[in-house]
């Protein structure tokens, strides 16, 4: 059961819901977000009484949720979760997509990406500092000095940056450079102890679907960092393992409509890592609107036959800024939009 505190609830009405809970021999996980502090009871649900919870003072609601996945099940909050990123909304009526590229190389790189990113209408900027790549022995990111150039390059464009943690203990560099939203990528999805660890905080997390997890471990996963008390949290689909080979994955645009129906809370599309290459890009990128992604996160290099990582699915700023106007007209089609 998840018993959603109202938000004027006082620290004493909460003591009071906990204390009639264990008094049934349930546990408590108390999930403080921003906006509301929500207890999910854990154990056998049977023994409590929702109206008389709900008559408790403090408590806006008392609901049993069937899924296994709670706080970002829809099934308790109907309307869609709008994520304020420094004043740019993401999972409302306004499509993001957010671009930039796959590492932060060098000071030049980050200007003229941050400049591309910008000139294109984009309103916020990705780009990795700390990279996840098979090979140990390939570029693994600038690191902190990375970080350095990569906010320094967005902020003389106003733009909140995103970008991956990979390491629990570099959160606290990513706190002091104000990242503004934590990318946990493919390869972490079910690392729980950093799933955690980013639920502790209130920095808006991109949660990517792991190579071939399935829906649920995913929904599961969010499950941890919301637990947490972190309920900013996106979704990003970037494309799964099958047994075709032709591209880098396979980009299951049938997520999108399921993930919206089980969840309240955004979901982004990155096309970029799905099809691997920079000419299928906007193919996918035009079908994740259509389908209803709330986003996109997309890789673009200023010059990516040069580009140190991921050079052959990398946009040129001419392409982003033609991207951005073809999904324009999507967006509009559907009732939704892309400033
Ligand atoms: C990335 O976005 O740069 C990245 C490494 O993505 P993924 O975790 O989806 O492979
Ligand atoms: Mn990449």
Redesign the pocket.
């Known amino acids: 059961m998840i018993i959603v505190m109202s938000s004027e609830a006082t620290e004493a009405q909460l003591e009071a819901v906990v204390k009639r809970v264990k008094e049934q021999g349930l546990d408590v996980n108390i999930s403080r977000g921003t906006e509301r502090t929500l207890i999910g009871a854990i154990g056998d649900e049977r023994k409590l009484d929702q109206e008389l919870l709900e008559a408790l003072p403090g408590v806006e609601q008392a609901l049993h949720i069937l899924k296994p996945y709670k706080i970002v099940a829809r099934e308790w909050h109907k309307q869609d979760t709008v994520i304020d990123i420094k004043g740019v909304p993401l999972g409302g009526r306004q499509v993001q997509i957010i671009s930039g590229p ?1 590492s932060v190389e060098t000071r030049e790189q980050m200007d003229l990406s941050a400049a591309a990113v910008k000139a294109a209408g984009c309103r916020l900027m ?1 780009g ?1 500092a700390f ?2 790549r098979t090979s140990p022995y390939s570029f693994q990111g600038a690191g902190v000095e990375g970080l350095d150039m990569f906010r320094k390059a967005a902020d003389k464009h106003g733009l909140p940056i995103v970008t ?1 943690l990979m390491d629990a203990r570099q959160l606290d560099t990513f706190l002091e450079y104000g990242v503004e939203v934590i ?1 946990i ?3 972490n999805m079910q690392n729980f102890d950093l799933l955690k660890e980013v639920g502790r905080v209130n920095v808006p997390v991109i949660l ?1 679907r792991g190579m071939s997890a399935t829906i649920s471990e995913w929904l599961m996963a969010a499950e941890y960092i919301a637990a947490g008390g972190n309920h900013n949290i996106i979704f990003c689909e ?1 494309g799964i393992r099958t047994f075709e080979t032709y591209y880098r994955n396979v980009l299951d645009v049938t997520a999108i409509p399921v993930l919206k129906k089980e969840t309240h809370l955004p979901v982004i599309v ?1 096309p970029s ?1 799905a099809g691997g290459k920079a000419w299928m890009v906007p193919a996918l990128s035009r079908a994740a609107i259509a389908a209803g992604a709330d986003g996109l ?1 997309v890789e673009m290099h200023p010059n990516p036959c040069e580009a140190w990582c ?1 050079a052959d699915q990398a946009l040129n700023p001419q392409e982003l800024i033609k991207l951005m106007g073809e999904l324009r007209g999507i967006a509009q089609v559907i009732g939704r939009e892309i400033l």
């Open positions: 796959c990705r990795g990279k996840p991956e990318q990528g493919t390869r990517k970037r990155d890592h996160l991921d």
